[in-house]
């Protein structure tokens, strides 16, 4: 290998906090509470010691604890089943290998039992905290407060019990009985970290808006059902927020600015119009197969959409790569005495994209021919891959900067594109309640709307905001909507295509033999709204094709159940 850890250094947070790996969505949750604990930072507490089963178990069994735990002591072998079930996160579950990687985060607190190495959320969390950190509006303050008073639930402001606490779960009642007998933890700051927001503010706005109105069900909902929605929103728009960087991140290089419609104050998203994203230059458009059959025109179509998304992975990578080397080369300019380092003590993407400018060339051509030529003293060119060759030939008429990023990929491309894929489909939720991207063995990626997603998604479009002034004890009252305008709205809010095809991203305006697949792919649809309890057709004419919620709450708070 010709490449030094210096040339090989990818991420930058300024870009994604994500380390591009195969995450799970408890492990991602876990840590997102405990930075949601710390203000942003991570904890201090790192247990690196082996956590079991028995050990876990044995606190509830042990009769010192009856009174907490009534009858437990009477039955150990069921005790230890729901202990292993119900509160804790395993790896390997159910194999000779199985260990324990922490609770279950059904609390706030269970991020104090997580085993460091076999629950590492890969940055999603970092990156979760800071879209929500970022949204604009009211949303992003009120949904990590609603997020905090949720899960943080049976104790204080110094996360102590309260002298008198509410009734609450056997779940929250068994991590509160574990945390008493934890030492307090204190965060703990990262060399190097700091905090950045998403490159799409927009997108933070809609994840902020949509935990605001799914959290105001909590009441209604079962804590474990509450959580599990979290999971699958939360994971959702962390996938939906990656495939819009993969999209506007390449462009924002090539052209060294980011694009005039882009930045905190610039970003024409608004969480809560009919139309969120209307005007954003970079709205992600996913054709999806509901009813998930493979080999299908619907599928065929769902594959399409998916590939041209994966392909566009190079270019991604290839402009994160050259991010991050122009930090490398600011920083040069900084310890020279040429640049000098904003106040905050980082530069921003937007301010490192004028770096790449031709008033930068001739120190660029400088620091970046010097990289170069360590690259060849190391191994000559006879010497090099023969994919790599052809970069080093002067006739190619690349400057050092851009030979530089081409090595970069050759070398490290392929590596890079394998795990940014894996990300997607762990954020996506392959081959897990939630999904939306699915694979057969053997087959092709495909995006499609499981039955648990949809569900999430419903809650969420069904809920509007209680007008000011409202005595309602809820934050939001239930509406009932049509179905076409529930296809309208997962189009324009989360990019999802149902009855039509995402023109700009992969297809052309839907012919005459897309028409079959597409009218198949909404009567698939209809069918799934009803498996799940949403729809009941009374007519064919769209006007009586109503979703109504399972909980109806009225603008003045009183609740039915049953939507009717």
């Not at 939906?240 to 694009?259: C, E, H, I, N, Y």
């Not at 921003?348 to 690259?375: A, C, K, M, N, Q």
Request: one cysteine or more; aromatic letters at 10%; charged letters at 25%.
């Amino acid at each position: 290998m010709a490449l030094r850890r210096r040339d090989t250094e990818f991420k930058h947070l300024g870009v994604s906090y994500l380390d591009f790996k195969r995450v799970q969505m408890d492990r991602v949750l876990t840590g997102f509470l405990m930075r949601l604990n710390h203000k942003g930072l991570t904890s201090r507490m790192v247990r690196r010691n082996n956590l079991s089963v028995p050990e876990f178990a044995g606190e509830f069994t042990d009769e010192r604890h009856a009174d907490k735990f009534q009858g437990f002591a009477d039955h150990p072998d069921m005790a230890r089943r729901w202990v292993e079930t119900q509160l804790l996160d395993m790896v390997n579950r159910g194999r000779p290998t199985q260990a324990v990687a922490g609770l279950r985060p059904l609390h706030g607190l269970t991020y104090k039992f997580r085993d460091y190495y076999h629950s590492r959320p890969y940055g999603a969390d970092a990156q979760l905290y800071q879209m929500l950190r970022y949204a604009r509006g009211p949303y992003g303050a009120l949904a990590l407060d609603q997020i905090r008073r949720f899960f943080f639930t049976g104790l204080d402001a110094t996360n102590s019990p309260p002298a008198q606490a509410a009734p609450i779960d056997i779940e929250t009642q068994a991590v509160l009985h574990l945390n008493s007998q934890v030492r307090a933890d204190s965060p703990h700051s990262v060399k190097g970290w700091y905090s950045a927001p998403p490159l799409c503010v927009g997108q933070a706005d809609l994840l902020a808006d949509d935990v605001v109105r799914l959290l105001s069900l909590k009441d209604l909902l079962p804590r474990i059902t509450m959580v599990e929605y979290l999971k699958i929103l939360f994971a959702f728009h962390l996938a939906l927020g990656q495939l819009k960087t993969m999209k506007l991140l390449p462009q924002a290089v090539a052209r060294s600015a980011a694009d005039p419609a882009c930045g905190h104050d610039r970003c024409p998203a608004t969480a809560d119009a009919a139309d969120p994203l209307a005007g954003c230059p970079f709205r992600v458009g996913l054709f999806v197969d509901v009813a998930s059959v493979p080999g299908t025109p619907v599928a065929e179509l769902a594959e399409r959409s998916a590939e041209h998304w994966l392909r566009r992975i190079p270019d991604f990578v290839r402009a994160a790569y050259g991010v991050r080397k122009l930090d490398e080369f600011a920083e040069h300019l900084v310890g020279q005495g040429k640049e000098t380092k904003p106040a905050r003590g980082h530069f921003t993407v937007p301010e490192l994209l004028r770096f790449g400018t031709d008033d930068y060339s001739r120190p660029r051509e400088e620091f970046f021919g010097s990289r170069l030529t360590s690259i060849t003293d190391d191994t000559p060119v006879s010497e090099q891959p023969e994919e790599v060759r052809p970069l080093l030939d002067e006739s190619m008429r690349l400057d050092p900067f851009e030979r530089y990023l081409e090595l970069l990929m050759a070398y490290r491309g392929h590596y890079h594109h394998k795990y940014i894929i894996d990300t997607i489909d762990a954020l996506l939720l392959k081959s897990r309640p939630g999904a939306a991207i699915a694979q057969p063995h053997g087959g092709h990626r495909r995006f499609v709307l499981d039955s648990a997603l949809l569900e999430v998604l419903v809650q969420v479009a069904l809920l509007r905001v209680n007008p000011r002034g409202s005595s309602s004890p809820y934050t939001h009252h239930t509406v009932s909507l049509r179905l076409d305008e529930f296809l309208a709205l997962l189009r324009n809010r989360y990019g999802l295509y149902v009855d039509r095809l995402p023109v700009s991203d992969g297809f052309s305006p839907a012919g005459i033999e897309e028409q079959p697949a597409l009218q198949a792919n909404t009567e698939a649809f209809t069918t799934r709204m009803r498996e799940i309890g949403f729809y009941d057709d009374l007519s064919d004419a769209y006007l009586t094709q109503v979703i109504t919620p399972r909980f109806t709450i009225t603008e003045d708070g009183q609740v039915t159940t049953g939507g009717r």
